[in-house]
């Protein structure tokens, strides 16, 4: 039986054994690039170390931020932050290889696009929520105001459905 794969490069195209993920992890920084294409540089975990932040906004309780890279064969990646209060995720842009190609955008406007539609969906359910549970105590007996935020949370899918106006695929950029 051969030796199982620990790890693998999708940038470099590297295969580790356990042992030999190990050794590199020894031997190299692994918050360094191994993969460069135009500005964009990938480190081991095929993550994008230098993505371009095309959409950063946030006001008193939400906030959004979308970054993006492209890999040699084209495809786009986004990676997100989003946060409602305490509630709050984020995911970074990663190298895509030729042969998964279909999981990538074909342009930037793409990979921001479908981002702002996802980051929309979750900021829409929240605001629902909030609506239909109104102000109320919470398990540990706290009085939580979750109408309060609504104002915040609606300025901010508003801020969202202009960016996807702004950043709307179908839109030709005249100087692009």
Known sequence: MGAQVHHRCKS???????AGWKKWLKSHDPSKAVTEFKEFGYD????CLTPRKPVEWHNRYCAITITT????????????FWKIVENSSF??????????IANGYRSEKFAISGCLKKIR????????????????????GNWEENTAIIPYIEKAMAQIDALIDRFDPRQLDLFD
């Open 69 to 80: 890279s492209q890999s040699p064969c084209g495809a786009w990646d986004y990676g997100f």
């Open 91 to 100: 995911g970074a842009p990663l190298f895509i290889p030729e042969d998964e």
């Open 121 to 140: 969906k979750i900021f829409s359910d929240d605001l629902r929520w909030r609506r239909e549970i109104g102000d109320d105590y919470d398990e540990f």
């Open 44 to 47: 081991i975990n095929d993550v």
């Open 12 to 18: 470099t195209g590297e295969t580790f054994t356990e």
